[in-house]
Each structure stands twice: as C-alpha cells, then as structure tokens.
C-alpha cells in the first residue's frame, strides 16, 4: 500500500513535507498547485513551490500544474523535468471561483477532450521515465461524467490518477463516495488512488474495501493527526500502533513554524502554523488554547512570546 500526502495549497509546503517525511508512513507528496496561464513562469517560482528540485528529501515530490493550455502545459512540465522534476501532477480538482473562471482546476472536468489533450500533450513533452498523473474530482456540477473523464485522460497516457471522491458542488462536504472511485477503478487499467475524508486508520480501510484501491492520498486527516500514516500502515500490517501524544508534537509543530519564518515575507509570520494548528485541534484539544492565543497575533516575536507561554501553562 502507498500513501501519498495530498497538495494543499496555502498549508502543505516543503517544510510541512520535510516534518512528514520524518515523521514516516508517507511515501509520496505532490506539490501545492503552480497555476500555469499564457506568459511563461521563471524558474524561480518552480524552485519556491518545489526546493525538492534541488535538496530532494527522502520521499519523492511530485509538481503541480494548474492551467487549461496543452502546449502551454506542456512547456512548463518540459521545463521541470529539465530542472529535476520526477513526476508531474495535473489539477482537475480546484474548486476555486478564480481559478474555475479563468478555466483551470475542476471547471476542465466538463470538456474531457480537452482533459485528453491536455495529458497527452504533457505526456509527448516529458521524458518516459517521468511519470504524468491527474488528480480529479467526481464531477462539476454534479457527480458526473467521471468514467468518460478518467479514461480521457488515461488515453491521454498518464500513469496514475488520484480521484477526490466528491464533486466541485460537494465542496469538502462529507461524504466522500468511495464507491465511484471504485467504478472508476474497474474502468481503468492504470492505478486510481482514493482520496477523500479519510481521517482514521478504519477510515482508510473502509475506503480501500469500498473502492477496491490499493492506495491513498491524505489531505485534512494527516494534518489533524500527524502519524496517520503510520497508523494506517500498522493496522494493514495487523499491529498495533499507539498515536503520538501532544506533548510531542508540539515541538514539531514549534519546529516547522520556525522554518517557515525562514521561508516567507515577515509579515505572514505565522500564517501557515496557524492554518495547521486549526486541523490539529479537530484531533488534539491541547492545540485549541494555542490556537485561540496566537489567531490574531501577526508578528514573530509575539508568537514567540505566547508560545512560552503556553508551554508554562500560561
Ligand atoms: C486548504 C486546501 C488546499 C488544497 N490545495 C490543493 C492543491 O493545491 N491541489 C490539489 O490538487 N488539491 C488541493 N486540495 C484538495 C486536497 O488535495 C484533497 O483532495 C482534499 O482535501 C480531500 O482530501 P482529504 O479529505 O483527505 O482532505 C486542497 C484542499 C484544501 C483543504
């Protein structure tokens, strides 16, 4: 079984990737979305979306692309690929009404043509050896055309296809239906991997039952609780696994807020932990008292200040 870690634009980045390859359980990650329109990007925005390029950490990363152009498409994953990139991934997901108005992300879901053209474009652009996957939904306005979608754009020539068990109308609203990715797995001889509103091991192995996959991507569940990865993995292998405590992830969470200052402008200081702490507390109530402290603080020492704090007690 292979787990991948779901791109999420805004809170996976490659310091969060870093912190979950040392964590473990994961075996693969995709990178946040890079939107591709008609200008051509610098290489300084792959390398900004994607050090891995250059510092490639355990697991591999695979890039993004966003956009509705397929040579356009094309010469950006040929671009990549020059620059070290190992996979290439394809949005059909995005829910975004800017993104869905300037014809990217899951609005392509109604043209399978073009989602065709699209894959094979890329496909004849990058090397062989350079796998091309798609991540799509079930749909845009309602759960449909999802079969005639994913053999468009397996007959386009991509290797795998990850398939959010929801359409672009769903939104994130539970559930996710696991049973049409599985009919979209029976149509396709190339792996489908499920994703979808997977927050627990037995979430997981409920999904794999119904949909008849053998991997998974996760998105909010791995962010709610770091080690699911592990967990899912112990309880396919029928061992028993006990889940990390707060008290250690904690430090982690700390640690990766660092890097982050690192990494952005000053005045986004504590954006991203932020974003993460909110799916933390679905899982850890520690975290909520952390979160509510720091929700409106905007600068680095402050939120340094509060989390001595609040490793005090307050
Ligand atoms: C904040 C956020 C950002 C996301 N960004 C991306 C993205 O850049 N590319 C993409 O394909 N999907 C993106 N997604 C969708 C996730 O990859 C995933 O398909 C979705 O969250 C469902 O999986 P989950 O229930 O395991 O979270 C994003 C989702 C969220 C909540």
Redesign the pocket.
């Known amino acids: 079984m292979r787990i991948f870690l ?7 980045d490659h310091n969060l990737r870093k912190l979950y390859c040392a964590i473990g359980g994961v075996d693969y990650a ?4 890079i939107r591709v329109s008609q200008s051509r990007l610098p290489d300084h925005v792959f390398y900004r979306l994607c050090p891995e390029l250059t510092q490639p950490i355990k697991i591999p990363v695979r890039v ?1 692309l ?1 956009g509705s152009d397929p040579a356009n498409l094309a010469e950006h994953a040929k671009r990549l690929a020059d620059l070290g990139a190992i996979g290439i ?1 394809l ?1 059909f ?2 829910p975004a009404k800017t993104v869905n108005k300037s014809r990217g ?1 899951a609005c392509l879901l109604q043209e399978p043509n073009l989602l065709h053209d699209i894959a094979s474009a890329v496909r004849t652009a990058v090397p062989q050896h350079i796998p091309v996957t798609a ?1 799509m ?1 079930l749909g845009f306005n309602a759960r449909e055309g999802y079969i005639e979608n994913a053999q468009a754009l397996a007959s386009g020539g991509i290797a795998e296809l ?1 398939v ?1 068990g ?1 359409s672009k109308v769903d939104g ?1 609203k539970p559930p ?1 239906y696991w049973h049409a990715i599985g009919e979209i797995q029976s149509a396709l001889n190339i792996p489908v991997i499920a ?5 627990t091991p037995n979430d997981v192995k409920q999904c794999l039952d119904e949909s008849g996959c053998t991997d998974v ?7 709610a609780t770091p080690d699911l990865a592990l967990a899912v993995k112990a309880l396919h292998n029928n061992q028993a696994y006990c889940f990390m405590p707060w008290q250690h992830i904690l430090p982690k969470v700390w640690q990766y807020h660092l890097s982050t200052l690192e990494s952005y402008d000053p005045k986004y200081a504590g954006n991203r932990l932020k ?1 993460w702490l909110m799916y933390l507390q679905l899982n850890y109530p520690e975290a909520k008292p952390f979160f509510e402290a720091i929700k409106r603080m905007r600068t680095a020492q402050e939120l340094e200040n509060a989390y001595h704090r609040y490793q005090t007690g307050f």
């Open positions: 779901a791109p999420m634009e805004g809170v996976v995709v990178t946040e979305f993004q966003l991934d949005n997901g995005c992300g991540k939904r990850f959010h929801r994130y996710a994703n979808g509103e997977m927050w991507m996760l998105g909010r569940g791995l962010l974003q």
